[in-house]
């Protein structure tokens, strides 16, 4: 069994950088790619930012690139999202989650199979 601790978020300006970190207990062998994705109110959840097993690869949806870093610890088992350059339309709940075959398709990163979820931190940025 694999279980997600989140932190980071909050709130921010506009144009702001905010942090999300993601640390993995139990059964973190199993884990291949680790990443963030993000749903809004009445929105779909769309992948942000993915990193595979050796932290070799990396994954970002077109809307990010550029912006946001993802990063990988495996003696810690934690992936940290650096968000910088926020826009209020990013505002959304963040969701850590593993899964298998980290891959971007029509410009958005995704797994082939997401396994396990977090609970979800919320990011919030004003104008």
């Known amino acids: 069994q694999v279980n997600i601790m989140e932190s980071g978020g909050g709130s921010v300006q506009v144009g702001g950088s905010l942090q999300l970190s993601c640390t993995v207990t139990g059964d973190t062998y199993r884990i291949n790619c680790m990443g963030w994705f993000r749903q809004g109110s009445g929105k779909e959840r769309e992948g942000v930012a993915l990193?595979?097993?050796?932290?070799?690869?990396?994954f970002y949806s077109d809307s990010v690139r550029g912006r946001f870093t993802i990063a990988r610890d495996n003696t810690k088992n934690t992936v940290t999202l650096q968000m910088k350059n926020l826009q209020p339309e990013e505002t959304d709940t963040y969701y850590c989650?593993?899964?298998?075959?980290?891959?971007?398709?029509?410009?958005?990163?995704?797994?082939?199979?997401?396994?396990?979820w977090g609970q979800g931190r919320l990011v919030n940025v004003s104008s």
């Open positions: 989650a593993t899964g298998q075959g980290c891959m971007v398709v029509a410009g958005r990163a995704r797994y082939g199979t997401v396994e396990v």
């Open positions: 990193i595979s097993r050796d932290a070799g690869s990396t």
